[in-house]
């Protein structure tokens, strides 16, 4: 298996089932443009999230690592109306950025951009609480807060989603003593110990190369 043979897969599924997407190019285009990191869900990751909105019902949603807004716009999308993601950046000139796009894909009024640390504001969401789907992207180091915060503020039946488990397989390097794989194992280990979920993790093969993601239940 070559990276180029599931890069080229990745490109025919994508034209297969999601195509181009006018918002959606135009919030990445603006993110590069702002010299951004391009670290944001590949388009079959942001289908999935917008599918796991919709067939679970979400209304209330909570993103931790808003980036340029890509993926809080496919989340929004899931959503009805009076619904709501609310989304935490610690970087204020990306939350700008994501604003702006937000906005221009119409999902605005769907969508509230928190900045700050995730360890700052999520003890100040108990209100927006409980959410009905969580989605993890942001520092990996600190995955097992985020974990933490997700059981307190979902309800049983909350869906968490964290992206990027498995790091080049670098995961399933015990010797990788890496701070980012080590939050990320630590996150998994924590699905796997804690009794306020049930979990499974996919590897994904697609245009941001070789990684995966896990999806929990709070139960
Ligand atoms: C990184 C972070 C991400 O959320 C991602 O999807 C890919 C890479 C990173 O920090 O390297
Ligand atoms: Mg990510």
Redesign the pocket.
């Known amino acids: 298996l070559s990276l180029a043979a599931a890069h080229a897969v990745d490109r025919y599924l994508v034209d297969a089932l999601i195509g181009a997407d006018a918002m959606l190019d135009a919030a990445v285009a603006d993110q590069r443009a702002a010299g951004m990191?391009a670290?944001?869900?590949a388009p079959t990751g942001g289908k999935l999230l917008w599918l796991l909105a919709r067939v679970s019902g979400a209304r209330r949603v909570l993103e931790i690592?808003t980036l340029g807004g890509y993926s809080t716009i496919w989340l929004a999308r899931g959503i009805p109306d009076e619904g709501r993601v609310v989304t935490i950046e610690a970087e204020p000139r990306h939350a700008d950025v994501a604003r702006a796009s937000i906005d221009r894909a119409g999902v605005g009024e769907r969508v509230e951009i928190r900045i700050g640390r995730g360890a700052e504001v999520l003890p100040t969401l108990a209100e927006e609480a409980p959410f009905d789907l969580v989605f993890i992207?942001?520092d990996?180091e600190s995955n097992t807060v985020y974990l933490d915060w997700a059981a307190r503020l979902g309800r049983p039946g909350t869906l968490v989603v964290i992206?990027?488990v498995v790091r080049g397989g670098r995961v399933a390097d015990a010797e990788d003593e890496n701070p980012?794989v080590r939050g990320v194992r630590a996150g998994l280990e924590m699905l796997r110990d804690d009794p306020r979920f049930t979990a499974t993790a996919l590897q994904t093969l697609d245009a941001?190369g070789w990684?995966g993601i896990a999806l929990a239940l709070v139960v």
Do not use: H, M, Y
Request: no cysteine; proline share 8%.
């Open positions: 990191p670290i944001e869900v690592g992207d942001a990996k992206d990027n980012q941001k990684d």
